[in-house]
């Protein structure tokens, strides 16, 4: 079946621009995540979503990050005022969260760069 | 909250030979740890993973070992090929509510 997608694969902005940024997880997948991945760098975990229950947002950098996600689908990254520092790819990543199954399976990212 | 070592940072090994990369964790409440591949300019893939209720898994040339009491896991890849060459990053969490906690990953480079 059809993996989880993301759009734009690429986002170049001025700085100081907001910028959205999609996930579409894969279909039956009730949790969904967002991480950071600066060049060269590992996965930072951004916020967390799991069904109709409230995000966990304890990794967001800052107020000028937010995120949404309606019921179990698609969910938009929302950065404001973008910074250069905010240059980075997005990934999302969903999970079935049946029973014992944790496995996150990743889109291809969003490739930001604020120039 | 939690934090992952991920060490070395770069491997670098002849092909055929066995490679290891070890990782430790803080939160004595994780109890799910998944190794991901990633290729350059790919998404990171899951190749295997482990639960705490085991101390090791093996996958054909890979394998995951974990000690719970030292708050540690490793990856051993036997008969390393050209195509293992990548990044590896190890992860942990409490799985349920919490995402994964990463580590900063291991270039690992085959020499023909």
């Known amino acids: 079946g059809a993996g989880v997608s993301q759009s734009p694969s690429n986002k170049v902005t001025e700085k100081g621009k907001d910028v959205e940024l999609r996930c579409d997880p894969i279909?039956?997948?009730?949790?969904l995540y967002w991480y950071r991945q600066r060049l060269g760098q590992g996965l930072e975990f951004l916020i967390y979503f799991q069904g109709n229950s409230a995000p966990d947002k304890s990794g967001l950098p800052s107020d000028r990050f937010s995120a949404e996600r309606t019921g179990e689908s698609v969910s938009t990254l929302t950065i404001q005022r973008t910074q250069q520092e905010d240059s980075a790819v997005y990934l999302c990543?969903?999970?079935?969260?049946?029973?014992?199954?944790?496995?996150?399976?990743f889109g291809p990212g969003t490739r930001l760069t604020v120039t | 909250g939690e934090n992952v070592e991920q060490h070395p940072s770069t491997l670098s090994v002849q092909e055929g030979d066995s490679a290891v990369i070890k990782c430790t964790y803080s939160?004595?409440?994780?109890?799910?740890f998944p190794w991901y591949k990633q290729e350059l300019g790919k998404r990171p893939q899951l190749i295997i993973d482990i639960r705490s209720n085991v101390g090791e898994k093996k996958d054909q040339r890979i394998a995951v070992t974990l000690n719970k009491t030292a708050k540690h896991f490793s990856l051993h890849i036997t008969e390393t090929q050209p195509e293992d060459s990548a990044v590896y990053f190890c992860a942990a969490s409490r799985g349920g509510a919490d995402g994964l906690t990463f580590g900063k990953g291991t270039h690992l480079i085959i020499q023909p």
């Open positions: 279909s039956g997948h009730t949790a």
């Open positions: 990543a969903s999970s079935s969260k049946t029973g014992t199954a944790y496995e996150q399976y």
């Open positions: 939160d004595s409440a994780s109890n799910y």
